[in-house]
């Protein structure tokens, strides 16, 4: 099996250790830096975010693809926010400068309250059904040889096309954890995403998208991509110290108002995948191998936000466990943005693949062992 690797890229110094208000709100020379660490750790994709704050995901996205080789930016797109065929269009045209190196990750929407700030007032439900129409003209705007029209819900067209032809197909991803959310992945999604939840409760879930996937009439199923947030150091130990410090100053950053663009407030979360991190953190502090819940209380659930913490054969392992319920795609990120993604290249990302290079030679499970450390780079 292949297990291909996400980190999430970040457009200027600072993060939830560090934060940083004020200033510049893109700092190209750090964009191109940190695109180049993660290309150099071994990711395979880097998320980029979108947020009505934030920097715009279609223009990052290609200044990701400009300074790497074999790096694969994942657009974060609301459908709100882009008509579809102009979306088709400048996908396909990431695409072709970078040579295939293009995926589109769909946010339908999991709060009301941003989605406002840019004109959306739709129901949750009525955003997971525009997602899917959304999906569909994509798709046929990529693929039909002639014009064709549309009249839809939500979407409205005559005689578009032929449209701007993609490099290389370009998947479609779609996340979320609720009813709506699965069923629209499960139908059209070809891959989609989950936070790091307890491996009893991942499991459930990925059955619930494969079911979707099924009820749809597909042959085929969506890949799943599983997010964490690791914690690691040379032992156990080291790190569930090193998590503590880092819990504390993440507590610290949002109880003095969060991170810019980002908003932060105590209220019960609308989006369902919060409130199911909020629930396992509610049941238990740590979870099966290496799952720390208590970042996602500390932030109350703002984001991808459980950790898994231990030594680098520890998380390792843990990664694994998520491998072998069905996860080909990890998302790992951590708190020290630029450090983190330098360790994880370093002890991490080798270690799980050498595991499975070693399960597919032998079709059995070895002992997971980190290797000496490389010469130390220079950390940030």
Known sequence: MTVEFISAINTRPGDELNPVRGGRPLDPAYLRRYARVLEDAGFDYTLVPYGSAGADSFV???????????LTPIVAVRPNTVYPTVAAQQ??????????????????????????????????????????????????AWTEPEPFSHAGRYYRFEDFGPGFRPYAPIPISVGGSSAAAYRVGGAVGDIFGLWGEPLADTREQIERV????????????????????????????????????????????????????????????????????????????????????????VTNAAGASTALVGSYETVAAAILDYVDLGADLISIRGYDNL???????????????????HREATGQRGQIVAQPPIAEGVRA
Do not use: C, M
């Not at 996205?61 to 080789?69: K, L, P, R, S």
């Not at 339908?108 to 009525?126: I, M, Y």
């Not at 150091?233 to 109880?255: C, F, S």
């Open 339 to 357: 450090n983190d993604a330098i360790d994880y290249g370093r002890y991490i990302l080798p270690l799980v693949r050498q595991e499975l290079a």
């Open 210 to 297: 494969y079911a979707e996937a099924r009820a749809a009439g597909r042959s085929d199923r969506p890949r799943i991509w599983v997010t964490f947030r690791p914690i690691v150091a040379e032992t156990d130990e080291l790190a569930w110290e090193k998590a503590h410090r880092h819990v504390g100053r993440v507590a610290e950053t949002y109880a003095n108002g969060g991170l810019v663009p980002f908003r932060h407030d105590r209220a019960q979360p609308q989006n369902v995948g919060s409130q199911r991190l909020l629930d396992a953190a509610a049941r238990g502090e740590v979870h099966d191998r290496a799952l720390w819940t208590k970042p996602a209380a």
């Open 60 to 70: 990052v996205a290609t200044a990701v693809a400009t300074q790497t080789e074999r």
């Open 91 to 140: 996908l396909a045209t990431l695409s072709q400068v970078s040579d295939g190196r293009a995926v589109v990750h769909i946010i339908s929407g999991g709060s009301d309250a941003e989605q406002a700030r840019q004109g959306d007032h739709l129901s949750k439900d009525e955003r997971y059904d525009r997602s899917e129409e959304w999906i569909r003209i994509v798709r046929r």
